[in-house]
Antibody
Framework: EVQLLESGGGLVQPGGSLRLSCATS????????MNWLRQAPGMGLEWVSTLSGSTATYADSVKGRFTVSRDNSKSTLYLQMNSLRVEDTAIYYC?????WGQGTLVTVSS | SYELTQPSSVSVSPGQTARITCSGD??????GRWFQQKPGQAPVVVIY???ERPSGIPERFSGSRSGTTVTLTITGAQVEDEADYYCSTAADNGRVFGGGTKLSVL
């Protein structure tokens, strides 16, 4: 059974940084592209980033501020978020193809 | 363009058939996917590759395509199907989502 467990969310001030983690199990991690998506409170779904092999792509809204990476030895995906803005407040989900985790809440507020 | 258009709301009575459409030029070359999201829960894929149903998803959920429009059909909708539904497809850079449809079953 595929399992995706996000962690690392919390309250951070504007301009601050946070690193999210997504621990995975139940599949061969190295064989799959992995994704981060988010959902602001009361809003729809938004793609954030994809890491396929060593190729990372980002939504324009986070480009230059967020960095996605993976540790294949730990089957874990990361999202380093810098220069956070109020509008980055959202639940962040990790996803492998059609499977999604339960998400972790990031709140950016002073 | 990379926009997907869905109706904001659909309402049916229990046992009726609910249909939610999703249109966009980007669908011309890409498969459509449908997510169900209930309040306070993570999204769940109910249809992928236009019409494929993941294991564990009830048979009353089906998907179809006509040109650049994909449709989610719930045949014999149940009260527990009341949720927000989002369509999605792959874009040249990532994924794009529709704005979501609130399905009411009452």
């Amino acid at each position: 059974e595929v399992q995706l467990l996000e962690s690392g969310g919390g309250l951070v001030q504007p301009g601050g940084s946070l690193r999210l983690s997504c621990a995975t199990s139940g599949f061969t991690f190295t064989n799959y592209a992995m994704n981060w998506l988010r959902q602001a409170p009361g809003m729809g779904l938004e793609w954030v980033s994809t890491l396929s092999g060593s190729t990372a792509t980002y939504a324009d809204s986070v480009k230059g501020r967020f960095t996605v990476s993976r540790d294949n030895s730990k089957s874990t995906l990361y999202l380093q978020m810098n220069s956070l803005r109020v509008e980055d407040t959202a639940i962040y989900y990790c996803a492998k193809d059609i499977e999604w985790g339960q998400g972790t809440l990031v709140t950016v507020s002073s | 363009s990379y926009e997907l258009t869905q109706p904001s709301s659909v309402s049916v009575s229990p046992g009726q058939t609910a249909r939610i459409t999703c249109s966009g030029d980007v669908l011309a070359k890409k498969y459509g996917r449908w997510f169900q999201q209930k309040p306070g829960q993570a999204p769940v894929v109910v249809i992928y590759r236009d019409s494929e149903r993941p294991s564990g998803i009830p048979e009353r959920f089906s998907g179809s395509r006509s040109g650049t429009t994909v449709t989610l059909t719930i045949t014999g909708a149940q009260v527990e199907d009341e949720a927000d539904y989002y369509c999605s497809t792959a874009a040249d850079n990532g994924r794009v989502f529709g704005g979501g449809t609130k399905l009411s079953v009452l």
